[in-house]
């Protein structure tokens, strides 16, 4: 997905895992993509990625139109190079809406 024009809206990827949790950003490869616009969720949908090493993810993200990303965790290299990229980085361990309902409530806390 290359940039573009976002229309005033904020992209939130959320890693997706077993029964709809999330999961360390290193050990994601599908990852539910939110709408949000004034304060609620307008679309989501799923994406994958299939990359061969974490460089690769890092690379297709970078590529993207990804605002914030809310993972269960995330390597060292992973946290630093996402930043570089100006993503705004959560950790949330539970269920993927229920991570983006406290993200739009200001209850997550960015690293």
């Known amino acids: 997905m290359k940039k573009r024009v976002n229309d005033g809206y904020t ?3 959320v890693s997706y895992g077993e ?3 999330t999961t360390n950003f290193e050990q994601s490869d599908h990852f ?3 709408y949000l616009k004034d304060g609620k969720v307008w679309k989501k949908e799923l994406l994958s990625f299939f990359p061969k090493n974490n460089e690769e993810r890092i690379a297709a993200i970078e590529n993207s139109v990804i605002d914030v990303m809310i993972c269960r965790n ?3 290299k992973s946290m630093a190079a996402l930043k570089k990229k100006r993503i705004s980085l959560y950790t949330y361990d539970g269920g993927c809406s229920a991570a983006v309902r406290d993200l739009l409530a200001g209850e ?4």
């Open 11 to 13: 992209f939130a990827a």
């Open 19 to 21: 029964g709809s949790t």
């Open 32 to 34: 539910w993509m939110f």
């Open 74 to 76: 995330f390597g060292p």
């Open 108 to 111: 997550l806390q960015e690293l």
